[in-house]
Structure formats: C-alpha cells, structure tokens
C-alpha cells in the first residue's frame, strides 16, 4: 500500500468556549489534537468547528476506547473500516457531520487514508472526500507510543477551574455563571489565604477585578505558590463579562503557541491587526463602556483570512472611548485594549 512516511504526535488542543455579542453561548472543549508533520492535522482542513475524539471530558473508560480504536484493537464503528477523525464539538451524532478517514495496518505500519466528509454510515469519497489530504503512513512504533502515553497522563483540561477575586461580587457572580454555562468551572472567594493546596491544586487560572490591589494579588499569587501550582493570573480589563470569559479562555489555552491559529492581535488608532498561519475564520468583536458604565457590544468583522498578517479597520462608534477588542476563531481567543 502505497503513502508517504509521516511523523505523527499529540498535542493539547483547545475548543474555545465564549458569550457572543448575540447572547448565544459556545462551548469549551479541551482535546488532544493529531500532530503530523509538525502541524494540527485540523488545520490542514477547511476552517472546521471540530474536536478529535480524544476529548477531556469523555469519561476515562470511553476514552481509553477511543485510544484502543485508534490502535486498531477494537473494531472500527463505521462501516468499511472507517473512524472519527473530528467531529461535532457540542455531541457525538454524526448527523452534525465528522471527518472520518480509513485506518489500516501494513505491517507494523498505521496508514490514514481516505478522508472524507461523513453525516450518515457510508462516506461519499467522490462527493465528500478530502482528494488534497493524505494517505498518511506512521512508523508503527512512534504512533503506538503517542497514544498509549495518553493512557498515563492526567486527561487535558483537568484543572478547567478558575478561581475569581474581586470586590464586584454581582459581577463575579455573572461571570461564574457564564463559565459554567460553557463548561468552565469557577469559584468565587476574596482571598487564598487558608484554602488547602489540594483545592487550590484544582485551578487552572485565577482572575482579578480591577479593585484587587497589588498585595492582595501578590498573596494569592504566594498561596499558589506554596501550593506548588502553576497557575494563569488573569488581571480582569474591565466589569463586562464577555471580555472577562474571553480572557479566561485565552489564559487556560494549553497549546503550544507555535501549532495555534491565531497568534497575535494589537488593536490601536481605530484598527486592528491580525496574525493567522492558516486560512480559518476570524471574528472580531469590540466592547465599550459608555460614561454610566453601561456595556455595548459591536460584531466589527467576521470573515475567512488566509496566513499572515492583517490590518482590520474598525467602526470609530464600536470603540469609542474605553473599548476592547476581542479576536475569535475555532481554537484560540486574544484579547487586547484599545490604544489611542
């Protein structure tokens, strides 16, 4: 069976969850995505709203199916020996839609081969299939060694809590709402002092309001600190809770940086830069707050840009004053203030 030698690995991935400027609600999913040749096997597809199977949250004996699927020792779930390679990031049925592909072995080899766009049991390889991507052939012993390592580690996105601190308790209380509507779990206290290493072991972030002064924060900092937790400090721009969920969900993105989709965002003088290194959807959503402190919201750009850098106009009333600018795709969320 004729392919090419590919280098296959793992790496944490994320779904980013958010609040829309619409009120809908997305949500966070961590996964382990496929590394081939160096790059997101996802980004090699068209911009996909996708996670693999190898979720966070899929409990431990489905997802030790899941690693054993991929290993060939179980049998496949789809008909012609195909498997879900990406599928729906909010459930599992395949009427949603997946990326499936074929997996067999040569020898010691695994080869993916065939991927196609499936939502029912039989792929249209002529309709649906991605003709440009693979066949892929891994060397039979680092493939094997990548999945079962998953078997050992602690699952991806086990400390998807955050721990809140601030003097807005009304805002907090909206803000650990909204994360925990979209999957994240959060706590609201007014300090760290006292609180046992194994509870603050569980935190994979911790978020300021502004009033938090620098001791306070420079204490909880400490607390973690002895706990030997490294966690993300995230120093909340402002009372508006989208903006507080998208700089959480930025703040607890895993991924190795270099294998992340949107990589920079600066926002100044009315325009917004963009950074992207494969062609994906990007929307762009400004924030402001008016003189009596009320929040508005303004979706100033939704649109496919392909790799490299990107100069956005905005609308000078969507980021009037104090105003934020927050940048969206599938995997990643950055948040930026507006300079002046």
Request: charged share 25%; glycine share 8%; aromatic share 8%.
């Amino acid at each position: 069976m004729s392919a090419e030698y590919a280098t296959f690995g793992l790496a944490p991935a994320m779904r980013a969850g958010g609040v829309l400027a619409n009120g809908d609600y997305q949500v966070h999913r961590d996964f382990v995505d496929f590394i081939v040749d160096g790059r997101p096997l996802l980004f090699q597809l068209s911009d996909l709203d996708a996670v693999s199977p190898l979720a966070s949250d899929v409990p431990p004996a489905i997802f030790t199916a899941q690693v054993q699927s991929l290993l060939l020792e179980a049998d496949p779930p789809l008909p012609d020996g195909r498997y879900v390679i990406y599928g729906c990031p909010e459930c599992e049925s395949l009427a949603c839609g997946a990326v499936t592909a074929a997996i067999d072995r040569d020898g010691d080899d695994f080869i993916w081969r065939d991927f196609a766009w499936q939502t029912d049991e039989h792929a249209d390889l002529e309709l649906n299939g991605y003709h440009g991507i693979g066949p892929f052939r891994f060397e039979g012993a680092e493939y094997r060694a990548a999945l079962a390592s998953l078997l050992d580690e602690a699952p991806v996105g086990y400390r998807r809590r955050v721990l809140l601190i601030g003097a807005r308790v009304a805002v907090l209380a909206k803000l650990a709402a909204a994360l925990r509507t979209i999957g994240i779990g959060a706590d609201i206290a007014a300090d760290a002092e006292g609180v046992p290493a194994d509870e603050l072991r569980a935190y994979g972030a911790v978020a300021f309001g502004r009033a938090v002064g620098q001791e306070e924060r420079a204490a909880v900092r400490r607390a973690f600190d002895r706990a030997g937790v490294e966690v993300a400090c995230v120093d909340g721009l402002a009372p508006i809770v989208p903006l507080l969920v998208a700089q959480i969900e930025n703040a607890l993105d895993r991924s190795p940086v270099q294998q992340r989709r949107l990589t920079r965002l600066v926002a100044v003088d009315g325009e917004a830069g963009v950074e992207v290194t494969s062609p994906c959807r990007v929307r762009l959503t400004a924030y402001r707050l008016d003189r009596l402190y009320r929040t508005h919201a303004h979706e100033v750009f939704d649109g496919i840009l392909e790799p490299g850098r990107h100069r956005i106009a905005l609308d000078a009333k969507a980021v009037k004053g104090e105003a934020y600018v927050v940048a969206r795709t599938s995997g990643s969320v950055l948040v930026e203030a507006m300079a002046r």
